[in-house]
């Protein structure tokens, strides 16, 4: 590096991993922050918020920068259009990347997601498993991960690309899972789910930002480009009754469950 210290640059900076991450990391002195938002937030001593998206002129910023954290994305929770999905996930993700390293920057950390690997009912989740992504958001990650993988030779970044599983916790859409469970225990009413069989890797959102700086370690290779993906999940796939039932005993709440009398909640 550079410096002393690292200034990394997070796209996605006012989603639910991005904030997490933000605020995470402004903790640790070592760091300085650009983070890309869609509204203008007022600057604090080691952030700089930007008020922009993937297309805006970063060359100010490009030219400090030590690792890109990318974030953003679009079509996590389904809300999106398949044009904006692809658009945000692959298109503008893609020249994003190229501008960033014709700025000469090569340290990236990408945000995948477990979706690539589609629904998998045998054995274990390995990096190895076939990509069989059943949605667009899934798909346009693939397509995305794809092409930089087949460009990286020679454009030659460090890449680290960290498919996420099944997180949960703080600034998480209030209609997910967790979210839902939560304001339930706070105002003491039943909570409604589905039978909870679905199987689900849980990880918590504050080990999820641990393990995404820990990533960043990897740059202090001293080869001069490769992709290295690895997955942040617990590796305990669990119940999603099992789950709900930990999260009830935490937090001591003794709420009725109305088992199979509501939609899936992922």
């Known amino acids: 590096?550079?410096?002393?210290?690292k200034t990394i640059f997070i796209t996605g900076a006012e989603g639910f991993i991005g904030k997490n991450l933000v605020n995470y990391l402004k903790k640790n002195k070592k760091y300085k922050i650009y983070a890309l938002t869609k509204n203008k937030l007022k600057n604090k001593k080691t952030i700089t918020y930007i008020k922009g998206n993937l297309k805006s002129d970063f060359s100010k910023y490009f030219e400090n920068t030590d690792v890109i954290i990318h974030c953003a994305a679009k079509g996590v929770y389904g809300n999106s259009s398949k044009k904006k999905i692809y658009e945000t996930n692959f298109t503008d993700s893609l020249e994003f990347f190229k501008r960033a390293k014709k700025a000469n920057i090569i340290n990236w950390v990408i945000l995948g997601t477990s979706g690539e690997y589609g629904v998998v009912k045998k054995g274990p989740m390995t990096i190895k498993k076939k990509l069989k992504p059943i949605n667009d958001y899934g798909?346009?990650?693939?397509?995305?991960?794809?092409?930089?993988?087949?460009?990286?030779?020679?454009?030659k970044a460090k890449i680290v690309y960290l498919r996420l599983f099944h997180v949960y916790g703080k600034y998480e859409a209030s209609s997910r899972l967790y979210p839902s469970l939560i304001n339930s225990i706070y105002q003491k009413k039943s909570f409604s789910m589905t039978d909870g069989s679905e199987i689900r890797d849980f990880i918590s959102i504050e080990d999820t930002v641990k393990k995404i700086e820990k990533s960043m370690k990897i740059f202090e290779s001293k080869k001069k480009s490769f992709i290295k993906i690895a997955h942040v999940s617990n590796a305990k796939p669990t119940k999603v009754i099992d789950f709900v039932k930990k999260i009830l005993m935490q937090r001591k709440s003794n709420i009725k469950l109305n088992i199979g009398k509501s939609k899936k909640k992922k």
Do not use: T
Request: no cysteine.
């Open 1 to 5: 590096m550079k410096k002393n210290f």
């Open 139 to 155: 798909k346009s990650k693939v397509k995305f991960f794809l092409k930089i993988k087949k460009i990286n030779s020679q454009i």
